[in-house]
């Protein structure tokens, strides 16, 4: 069944002190349905932060819970009612591509249909054979796999939201302000390069985490917003996204859709064709930064008409928001 995203002591991001940034980053990925990363070195609360991401989620409506529920059903977990939780599902980096995916002599669903409307955390990212990644490419953008073996064939659904975490390098100390990295350039190269610049450009947001201070501990940090104040306001961008006529996710936007409700225009237009110049951006990344800026004015909002298209300062934001894995 899935994981519980929170214990007895309340919802997980609530025990994570400090990192504002990132759980700015969480509730945009929540309110418009984008993948995130998370860089950063052990300890630095990129897990607790990962698992936090399905508590953000908005709740499940009737057809959501069905479908949930059916998943559950045919692969023998049926939960004796309809499904309340969207699920969380977080396999091991020793996964295989079956196993990830889908497939085998029985073709059998795979961790990304077992995330169906729900959330599936790659912890260690870096870790997973590159070929298992390769395979999320096509369900990330369809939301469906279709599986084959012996002439036989079975689609099923894989409307998942990714969010992984991986360290900067092999040692994961890489940039540390005071533990010394010992690994050479050919080796971050090589652990980097396990994660394709297709596959990198799917996932829209990238957070690096710094280590924590004492500070960031300690009482004082705990302020700041809670896991059902983020939720209220991915609520409310949704909501938003639906009176002004969106039937899906910022993230699945067609250039038509941004056209309409992100147009790059002035100011806008003029920081993205830079960011093209330094950046060498894909097609497809200029999309999402278009679409990340969508959720990021739908997520502030309450200042302006939801319908407005994003300002300067939310492209700039989305920029700020997609850290490149660079050696």
Known sequence: PPEPACDSRGPLLDQVRGHAAAKRALAIAAAGGHGLLFIGPPGAGKSMLARGLVDLLPPLDLEE??????????GGRWPKTLARRRPFRAPHHSASHAGLVGGGNQLVAGEITLAHRGVLFLDELGEFRREVLEALRTPLERGRVLLSRAGRQVELPARFQLVAAMNPCPCGYRGHPRVPCPCPPGAVRRY??????PLL???ELRVELAPPELGDLTAESASGPRAGELAAQVQAARQGQAARGQTVANARLSPTELDRWAPLTGSGRDLVAQALERRALSARAVQALRGVARTIADLDSADR???APPRP????QALALRAELTV
């Open 192 to 197: 980097r390069g396990r994660i394709s610049g």
């Open 201 to 203: 450009d799917r996932i």
């Open 65 to 74: 819970r069905l479908e949930i529920t059916s998943v559950l059903s045919a």
């Open 305 to 307: 008409d939801p319908a």
């Open 313 to 316: 300062s939310d492209l700039a």
